[in-house]
């Protein structure tokens, strides 16, 4: 399967047939002008978005700390006590769920179906995992 060509590649390429075509040199010097200046906007579109990606992780991790830092070693916190917890309007059930799993899969935290008092069924409840008794031998 063909690699997918992206902007940036159709712009290079137009550059190219631009700089053989047989043409008025006025004509060639704009449009291998206007070709550069979609070139740069692409590059300055690209360097933005991998600024905010870098941002929007940051703020992930950061949120991520918090939410190991709210977490019981004893008792079980279900998602709405951790929301609950944090205090803050921006964080939703979803990005502490979101959160949870990556803790959960880097074996930070443990997770365990519990019966609520007033809950029918049982809901999802998480605590920090134990850690490796470093002085045992």
Do not use: H
Not at 45 to 64: F, G, M, V
């Amino acid at each position: 399967m063909a690699e997918k060509k992206t902007k940036a590649m159709y712009f290079n390429e137009l550059r190219t047939i631009v700089e053989t075509l047989d043409m008025d040199q006025e004509q060639q010097n704009e449009m291998l002008e206007f070709i550069d200046k979609e070139l740069a906007t692409l590059e300055a579109r690209k360097e933005a978005a991998a600024k905010r990606a870098a941002k929007k992780k940051q703020e992930s991790d950061e949120l991520t700390d918090k939410i190991y830092a709210v977490l019981d070693d004893d008792e079980y916190m279900t998602v709405d006590n951790i929301v609950e917890a944090l205090d803050d309007a921006e964080v939703t059930r979803n990005k502490v769920t979101a959160r949870l799993k990556k803790l959960v899969d880097n074996g930070l935290v443990e997770k365990e179906k519990i019966k609520i008092e007033g809950i029918d069924g049982k809901r999802m409840a998480y605590v920090k995992a134990d850690k490796p008794d470093v002085d045992a031998e």
